[in-house]
């Protein structure tokens, strides 16, 4: 006689099951979804690939530069490379819309390049990465990270001390 009760009391209730994908779908708060990256953040120190367990990451050498690869057809979504990303250049978002047809699973990569500059001062060939903030005080401005981005590392380490900054 109990389940004539549930039945009667699901009936009155309704569905309890999400409309997904004819309608919204709520999703909770600190989701682990889709991996964006932001180029102009990234350093190229590649801590993400090496946490990075299913190796959805991956960095290579290329003419242009350094190329960044992330295969979200790969990534479980545990969340390592942004935890450990220095500089906030890998977040995840929300976004768990991502099914899709067998013949489009190829296109769901994030690829970018960070190309290759001379720096201003020695003429190096050197990656035109963002430099890392952390531990700089004071902060850099717009105009100074651009001018870092422009510089080898070893010109870099220099303007630093010129700056009086220890990091």
């Given amino acids: 006689m109990n389940y004539i009760k549930t039945l009667i009391r699901n009936l009155i209730r309704g ?3 999400v409309s997904y994908p004819f ?3 709520w999703t909770p708060k600190r989701f ?3 991996v964006q990256f932001k180029l102009s953040s990234c350093t190229g120190c590649r801590a993400c690939e090496q946490v990075c367990a299913p190796a959805a990451i991956r960095f290579d050498k290329t003419p ?3 190329r960044f690869m992330l295969w979200h057809n790969t990534c479980v979504f545990c969340g390592l490379c942004e935890y450990y990303c220095p500089t906030d250049a890998i977040h995840q978002t929300d976004d768990w819309h ?3 047809a067998t013949e489009h699973q190829y296109e769901m990569v994030i690829r970018e390049v960070i190309p290759y500059v001379s720096c201003t001062k020695c ?3 050197a990656l035109a ?3 890392n903030p952390v531990g700089v005080v004071p902060p850099f401005t717009a105009e100074e990270i ?3 981005r422009n510089l080898c590392p070893g010109c870099r380490k220099t303007a630093l001390e010129e700056r009086g900054v220890t990091a």
């Fill in 98 to 100: 991502m099914a899709h």
């Fill in 123 to 125: 003429g190096a060939k």
């Fill in 23 to 25: 309608g919204p779908a």
């Fill in 146 to 148: 651009e001018q870092q």
């Fill in 15 to 17: 569905p309890s099951t």
């Fill in 64 to 66: 242009e530069g350094l």
């Fill in 32 to 34: 682990r979804g889709r």
């Fill in 129 to 131: 990465s963002a430099p």
